[in-house]
C-alpha cells in the first residue's frame, strides 16, 4: 500500500484551513445589509482570477446567479456589482455617497504622473467645495464648451473640415489598398487634436501621434502603480515626449488658438492653482479621453456600415438623401446627416453597444467604503432591454419602428451615464458620423481576402470603453460608382442648438 509523504499531508492540511478561514471570514464580516457575497470557488481569489476575463467575467456571473445587484469580496475591497437595469438611476443619483471624484483624483494622480504640489491639488477642498473639488469643478467649467451651442459648433466644424480633407487626399489616391483600423486611427487622431487644439496642435508631429499610442497600452499598470519603470517603461517614456510637446504648447500660449474646449479646461487648471509642467501633465486626462474611444468607434461604425451589403445600400441612400447637387458640386450639410440618417446613427450606437467594453465604477463614501460597479457590457447584453436577439449586430435596432421593440434607453451605456456621463459625446458622434457618411458616399470596398471577416476584441486592454479589433482588416478602395460619380465635396455644418439623442440624458 502507497502512503501519502508527510510533507504533502501537511499541504493538504494547510490549504484545507486557509479555505475554511477565509470562507468563515467571508460569512462573519459581511453585513446583512449589503447586497449577497456570491459564493464563489475560493473567497477573495476566485473573483480575482475571473476578472481577467474582463467584462466577460460579470456576465457570465449575471448568467449564473441572476441577481439584481452583488457583493464580490476581493482581498481588502468590495465591489457592488449592479445588473440590474432598474438599480442604475437610482445608484447615480447618489452623486456623493457613490462618488467619482476620488476615482478621477487616483487616476489623475497616476495615469498623469502629477508632481507633490500637483497631487495635493487634486485631492484637497477648494473654495469651501469639497475634498476633490478639482474633480467636482472640471465638469462644470468645461460644459459650455462641449454642449450644443455656438462654441460646440466651432470645434465640430473644424473637426468636419479636417475629416473632408483626409477624405479628399485619400480620393487623390484612390484606388488603394488600406489597413483599416491603422488609416482610421491615424486621420481621426489628427482630425480630433486638430479641432481641439488649433493651429499648434502637438499632434500635428506625427512622433507625437505615434507616443501617444505606445503611451496607452500602460494606462492600466500606471493606474495601478504596478512598478510602471519596469512594467510600462515604454509608456512612462511616451507620456514624458507627449507632456515634453503640450509643455511647450501652453507656455507658447498655443492653446489661445484652439477651442473653447482646451481653453475652458486651460482655465480650469489655472483656476485651482496648477502650475509650471503639471499644466502639460494635466492635459494627459484630456488627451486620452478625446483619443481612445473615438478611434475605435470610428472604425467599428465604419467597418459595420461597409460590411454587410443591405446596411450599406440603406445607409448611403439616406446618406445621398442629403446630398444637395448643384452642376458638379454636391454639397453635404452635416447638421441634416444628424437628423435625418436614423441608420446612420443606429449603427454608431449598436457598434458601441456590441463592441463596448467600459464599466462605469463609483467609490463608496459610507458604511464599509468599497466600490459599486456598473459593467457596461451586462446591460449591452441584457435580453430583457435588447431582446432575444441581443447577441446579434443589428444595424437598425435603434431605429424607431412600429415593428421594432425600443432599446430600453437606460440599458445604453455607450457614453456612461450619471455624474460621468461623456461630455464629448456630441462632438465625438458628430465627428464620427461625417467621417462614415463622407467614407461610404466616396468609396466603394472590398475585403481583401475576398469575403469580410470581423476581427476579435478579446485582446482589448481595460483603458478605453470601445474595444479596438485584434488585428486590422485589409481593405481595397475606390472611388464609388453611382449617381455621384466624379462630383466634387462641399462638406458643411450648418449648426445646430440642439444635440441628438445619445444617451437616456439626453432623453429626460
Ligand atoms: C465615440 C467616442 C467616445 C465615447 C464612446 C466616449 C465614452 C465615454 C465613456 C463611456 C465615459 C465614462 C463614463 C462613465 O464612467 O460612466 C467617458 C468619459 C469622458 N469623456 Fe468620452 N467618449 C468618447 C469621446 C470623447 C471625446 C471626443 C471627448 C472630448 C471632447 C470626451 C470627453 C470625456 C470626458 C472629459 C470624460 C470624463 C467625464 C467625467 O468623468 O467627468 N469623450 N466617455
Known sequence: MTTIPSSILLVISGLAATYVFLRFLLTFTQDAKEPPAL?????????????????????????????????????????????????????????????????????????MGA??????????????VEDFSYAIMFDKAIHPAVTPGPQLDAM???????????????????????????????????A??????GPKNPFSDAKIQEAYWKFEPGIITLLLDLYPNLLARESVQARKDIVDAFNDYFVSRGHEQGSAFVQA????????????????????????????????AAFWVLYHAISDATALEECRREIIACCRVDGDICTLD?????????????????????????????VVTQDHGGMVMIPGPVQHSSKPAYGENVGEFQHKRFVRSPERKRPTPIAFRGFGGGSTLCPGRHFATTEVLTFVALMIVRFDFEP???????????????????APPNEDVKVQIAPATGELAGKKWNVVLSGSDKGIELSVEDIQ
Not at 483626409?166 to 486611427?185: G, I, Y
Open 156 to 190: 465640430n466644424k473644424l473637426s468636419v473640415q479636417k475629416v473632408s480633407e483626409a477624405l479628399e487626399t485619400l480620393a487623390s489616391q484612390a484606388p488603394r489598398p488600406l489597413r483599416l483600423f491603422e488609416w482610421v486611427k491615424k486621420e481621426i487622431t489628427f
Open 39 to 111: 459564493e464563489t470557488a475560493i473567497p477573495f481569489l476566485s473573483p480575482m482570477i475571473g476578472m481577467r476575463k474582463k467584462g466577460k467575467f460579470y456576465v457570465d456571473l449575471r448568467d449564473k446567479f441572476n441577481l439584481p445587484i452583488y457583493t464580490l469580496r476581493i482581498p481588502l475591497i468590495r465591489l457592488y456589482i449592479i445588473n440590474s437595469t432598474e438599480l442604475i438611476p437610482i445608484a447615480q443619483r447618489q452623486v456623493r455617497t457613490l462618488d467619482f471624484a476620488p476615482m478621477k483624483a487616483k487616476v489623475a494622480m497616476n495615469v
Open 265 to 296: 479646461h486651460h482655465r480650469h487648471k489655472i483656476d485651482q492653482g496648477v502650475t509650471g509642467k503639471d499644466v502639460a501633465r494635466f492635459e494627459i486626462g484630456g488627451i486620452i479621453a478625446i483619443l481612445s474611444n473615438t478611434t475605435p
Open 192 to 197: 480630433t487634436t486638430e479641432a481641439v487644439y
Open 334 to 362: 452635416i447638421t441634416e446627416v444628424k437628423a435625418s440618417c436614423p441608420i446612420l446613427l443606429s449603427i454608431l450606437k449598436e457598434s458601441l453597444r456590441f463592441h463596448g467594453i467600459g464599466t462605469s465604477v463609483r
Open 115 to 128: 508632481s507633490p504640489d500637483g497631487r495635493k491639488i487634486l485631492v484637497r477642498d477648494q473654495n469651501g
Open 448 to 466: 481583401t481576402k475576398g469575403e469580410w471577416i470581423c476581427p476579435k476584441t478579446d485582446k482589448a486592454g481595460m483603458q478605453g470603453t470601445i
